[in-house]
Structure formats: C-alpha cells, structure tokens
C-alpha cells in the first residue's frame, strides 16, 4: 500500500509538470501571438531626420514629434479647461500657498526596456534636464529649489527634487507657481528610463536600442531618412490600433508627392502648403484632407532698447503702427499663419473676456506717432538696421518689412547675419531691430510672457532688455494665484503693459498643416503641434 500510494504521488507529479508545461507553451504561444497581432502600419512625413531622440536635448520639431510617441510625462495639460490630466502620475496636489508640489505616480508601469517606472527616474530625468551638458530647456526648472547648483556645477543633484518613496516626488519650489504641473507637461520633462541612460552615457537617445521611454510606441529601426516605431505592447494606456509608424524624412515637394501618390506616406506633417493645396485639388475624390491647427509658435520683432531712437516707447508703438501683420502672414506662410496684433494667442484667452490692448496697423496713426516723436514723415531718423538670420523665409520678410517702413519714411538696412552667430550678434546691442521666435514649450501664458520679456531672463531669454516692475510683478501675482481666470485675467493685464510698452512687435503665429489620407481618424494636434499618435486608426 505505501509503495502504491508512492507511485501514484510520482505519477500526480509527473502530470503536474506536464501541465505546467503546456500551460507555460501556450502562454508563450499567446505572448508571440500578441506580439505579431495584426495592426495597420502608418508612414509620416518629416521635414528632416532627428538628429537623437532624448527629450532632455530635443529641439527640432521633427524630433519632439517622434518622441511624443516613444515617452510620457507625468501630465498632460488642457489649457482651454484649465486642467491637468494625469498620464505617469495619476494625481497630485500643491501645498504650502504654491510653494511645494507634489506627484504620486501611477504604479506598475513600466519602461520599454521592463524597467518599472519609478519617483528616482522622474527626478534623475529632470536632472538630466538641467544639466547643460545634457539639456536645452532647464530654465523651465529653474524655479525648483537647489537647481541652480546644478546648472553651475556646484552640485551633484537638486535638492527641491525629493523622492519621498518609490511612488512619490515632492518639487520644493523658491517661489510659489500654481501653474507648475502645467510646467510638469512640457515634452521636454518627459520621463526617461535610467537603467537605459546608465547603459548607453552620452550614446543614449543616439541610436534605435538605446531609446526607453513609456509610450505607447517603442523604437525598433533607425537609419539616415527613416525612423521606425513599433506598438508597445507594455503600454498602461489604451493599446494603439496602429502596428508600425514609420517616419520619412522628407523635404522636396515633387518627392513628397510622389511618395503620397504611390502609397508610401499616410500623414504629412511638414509639407509646404502648395503641396497640399495641390494633393487637394488632384485627390478631391479619393477623400484627402487637410487639417489646420493654430499652434503656439509666436514669430515677433525686437527692439534694442538701449540704442536710440528705440529707448523711446512712442517710437516703437509707431514702427508697430506701420507694420501690415496680416499681409506679412499671408505673403511669408498663406495659410500656415495667422497675424497677431496682441501677444497671447486667443488659445490662450477666454471669449467671455475683452480682448484688450492690441495694436493693428494703420500709417496714418504710424505717421501721427513719428511726428510727435519728432521724426515727421522720417525727417532726422537715422538710418535702421534690421537682423535677421539666414533663411529664405526670413529673407523674404526682410525685404517686406523694408517696404512697408519705407512707406512712413524709415530706411530699414537689412543684416543677414548666420545662425550660428545671431543670438551672439544680437546681444552684441550694434542692431536697432531684429526678428525674434518662440515655441512654447507648454501650453501656458507663463511660459510666453516669463522667458521672453520678465527682467531676471535678461542674461537668457529677453533679449530686447525689457525692464518694468510693474510687469515682473504681474507675472509673479499670476503664478501664486490660485484661481485659473483669475489668473488669465492678470496675464491679460501684463500683455496690455507690454504693447504699451511696445519692446516688441507681434507678428504672427504659425498654423501647423496637414495632410492625411482618406480613412483616418482619431487626429488630432495639441497646442505644440504635437500628434497623439496612439489615437490614430487606418483601415
């Protein structure tokens, strides 16, 4: 009987592991399965190849693109509703009037290398951030206490970034900013996997393994015109429908056709607007459209504030006076502009308020101001000089600035002067006038008004040498104000200064256009022109 009950127990066991078997097959079987599951594959057109995918050092549009695909930041912002959206942090709450804010991550994510996501990763990515050998954009941290003496090198890490556990990051800021999780939205605070940064150092972003994000899609293949996305099948959100993405970098507009006709580009997301119109016209009946976004890429004039005639505001309100922003938008981009006469766009703003101070073009009033400054029709203005850098598009606005100011008696002298040297030559202070842009890196008032004109960014980003207290101390009321349309209506307030104070002169913001094939939906674009590749679906 013992014997028996022996070979029973034995054979139970050997069945036990024949089962576990089988069952460990058919669990890979539906893990191969799901991994080789049927989905569309979508090809988009680019302008030109990435030159790395790493948030922290992102700058072209191309490449912010692709990487709003490949990661996540720990919210997303919605700026009509005022709102953040929890992505990688599910909530969070600000504490101490504004002054501290702190995220508690979603748990069981995971990179796309199998990491788990974790509070040390959000606060090494932002670090990486801040470290100028490594990012561009620090100056959205720079509010966060301790990330000076990064920046500089006196310190190794950010002491107001504080990993409280493995879910939770507290941010100590100097000062209150109730708009700071909006800052936490911006694509270049998204969040990287260390484990992978570790590994590849300064190779990391630069090639197709060394790339971990948490997006819904994940890099498999990067050559010299094309970038190639895969679905992430560990992805905590909804699965994309979408197999493959693909990007070709793509710029000549005869190939850009070609490619679209034989079948080979889906989505095209920087093809010139004849391009377009003209795919339009001869795809009338096979259903392509073109889809129109007003994005948040601001193109303006500065002055140098400190040459005269420019240390004069009645001066500069007259030159803002004489400029035609609605024929410069549609001669220099068509469609792909909209003139601005104020500084926020209406994006930005509420329909239920006034629109407030703005300035529109009127050479009668242009002459009228040039008097009482006393240049009558130009009579002892000496001669101007306009920067600008080299590019064709920047070219052709040149010539239509000289035109439109030589008609109210100013002779602009144009200076094309390289990109390489003309952040150099502007601060040098030898130009009266020069083009400036900007991109906003989240969908915020904070993020146009603070960098290009509050007097503490004078050695950065306001290169006019904008100096008013009374406008620092809007900006500093808007961001510990609580309330959101309180707070707009203080940004309105501080935009109103500024073009009575005319540093600047608005011109226009650029409208991002696209064309896409007959079939797909769930497209959309933010605010920076940013595509959520994970709701697209194709037939």
Same mark, same amino acid.
């Given at each position: ?50 030159? =790395? ?330 001669? =101007? ?77 306001? =290169? ?76």
């Amino acid at each position: 009987m013992w014997r028996r009950v022996y070979l029973q127990a034995n054979r139970f066991n050997h069945w036990k592991l024949v089962l576990a078997i089988v069952g460990c097959l058919i669990l890979l079987a539906l893990v191969i399965l799901r991994t080789m599951s049927p989905g569309p594959a979508l090809a988009v057109q680019i302008a030109s190849p990435p030159a =790395l995918l790493d948030p922290a050092s992102a700058s072209s549009y191309e490449e912010k693109l692709i990487d709003s695909a490949l990661y996540e930041t720990l919210v997303a912002y919605d700026p009509e509703k005022h709102l953040c959206k929890g992505l990688l942090a599910d909530k969070w709450d600000i504490s101490q009037g504004g002054s501290v804010c702190t995220f508690y991550l979603r748990k069981g994510l995971r990179f796309h290398d199998g990491t788990q996501v974790t509070a040390q990763d959000v606060k090494d990515s932002w670090e990486r951030v801040l470290n100028p050998g490594t990012g561009n954009c620090g100056y959205l941290l720079e509010n966060v206490v301790g990330s000076d003496g990064l920046a500089n090198g006196s310190a190794k890490d950010v002491s107001g970034l504080v990993v409280v556990d493995q879910y939770t990051l507290r941010v100590v800021l100097k000062e209150p900013d109730w708009t700071f999780p909006a800052v936490a939205s911006s694509p270049s605070l998204a969040i990287v996997s260390q484990r992978a940064v570790a590994r590849y150092g300064p190779g990391y972003g630069k090639k197709a393994g060394a790339v971990a994000g948490t997006g819904p899609f994940r890099l498999v293949a990067w050559d010299k015109d094309k970038v190639v996305l895969q679905r992430n099948m560990r992805y905590a959100g909804s699965r994309p429908q979408l197999k493959t993405l693909t990007f070709l970098a793509v710029d000549r507009p005869p190939e850009i056709t070609r490619l679209y006709e034989a079948g080979k580009l889906d989505v095209l997301t920087e093809a010139p607007a004849q391009v377009l119109s003209s795919l339009a016209a001869k795809e009338k009946q096979k259903g392509f459209a073109i889809f129109k976004k007003p994005v948040l890429n601001l193109y303006f004039l500065g002055f140098n504030l400190k040459q005269p005639p420019f240390d004069k505001s009645d001066i500069r309100r007259a030159l803002s006076l004489a400029v035609d922003r609605s024929a410069v938008a549609s001669q220099l981009l068509g469609d792909g502009a909209r003139a601005l006469n104020g500084f926020i766009p209406p994006e930005l703003t509420s329909d239920e308020q006034p629109d407030g101070y703005q300035v529109e073009q009127d050479p009668g009033q242009a002459l009228q101001a040039m008097a009482g400054a006393g240049y009558p029709y130009g009579l002892g203005l000496p001669q =101007l000089s306009y920067a600008y850098n080299d590019s064709p598009g920047h070219d052709y606005l040149a010539h239509l600035l000289q035109d439109q100011l030589d008609k109210v008696g100013v002779d602009l002298q144009l200076k094309r002067i390289p990109w390489q040297n003309y952040e150099a030559a502007i601060r040098s202070g030898s130009y009266s006038l020069f083009r400036l842009g900007w991109d906003a890196d989240y969908p915020d008032p904070d993020n146009l008004l603070y960098f290009n004109f509050d007097s503490a960014e004078k050695p950065r980003g306001n =290169l006019t040498g904008y100096d008013n207290a009374g406008f620092d101390a809007l900006l500093q009321q808007a961001r510990g104000e609580q309330d959101p349309d309180r707070r707009r209506e203080i940004y309105r307030k501080a935009e109103q200064m500024l073009l009575a104070d005319a540093p600047i002169i608005p011109l226009f913001q650029q409208v991002a256009l696209f064309g896409l094939r007959k079939g797909i939906t769930g497209f959309d674009a933010d605010l920076l022109g940013l595509v959520d590749f994970a709701q697209l679906k194709k037939p």
